[in-house]
């Protein structure tokens, strides 16, 4: 399968970036909108054990992987994680992820070239 066709696992960090920050307040959602303190943070050990009981590819693991030891907003997981997807040229395989808006909308953090 060539970067460039969707991948069955189109989508699966997207998932796991849901399921991470599933039951946030909104508080917290607009306190991550905004960058300002408040936020939810997960753990990196939260990031990869999640990503690991869906069973991600080794590609998309490695993706998970690539995370530096540190806690992550919501906004700066998705950040990170499409930064290591774009590094690979694998956005149009599996798919970036976003950052979901307290309006409905959301905001792609997607590597553009």
């Known amino acids: 399968m060539s970067s460039?066709?969707?991948s069955p696992?189109?989508?699966a960090l997207q998932q796991v970036v849901d399921s991470l920050f599933a039951d946030l307040?909104?508080?917290e959602r607009i306190?991550?909108?905004?960058?300002?303190?408040?936020?939810r943070k997960v753990r990196r050990l939260d990031v990869i054990l999640a990503a690991e009981a869906v069973d991600l590819p080794d590609e998309l693991q490695e993706?998970?992987?690539?995370?530096?030891p540190s806690?992550?907003?919501?906004?700066?997981?998705?950040?990170?994680?499409n930064s290591a997807v774009g590094g690979h040229a694998w956005g149009q395989k599996y798919g970036?992820?976003?950052?979901?808006?307290?309006?409905?909308?959301?905001?792609?953090?997607?590597i553009r070239s």
Request: proline share 4%.
């Open 63 to 68: 993706i998970v992987n690539l995370l530096p």
């Open 96 to 110: 970036t992820v976003t950052v979901g808006c307290t309006t409905g909308t959301t905001i792609s953090w997607a």
């Open 71 to 81: 806690t992550f907003t919501r906004r700066r997981l998705c950040d990170q994680l």
């Open 25 to 27: 307040t909104e508080e």
């Open 9 to 11: 696992y189109y989508g």
């Open 4 to 6: 460039r066709e969707k």
């Open 31 to 39: 306190a991550d909108m905004a960058g300002t303190p408040g936020a």
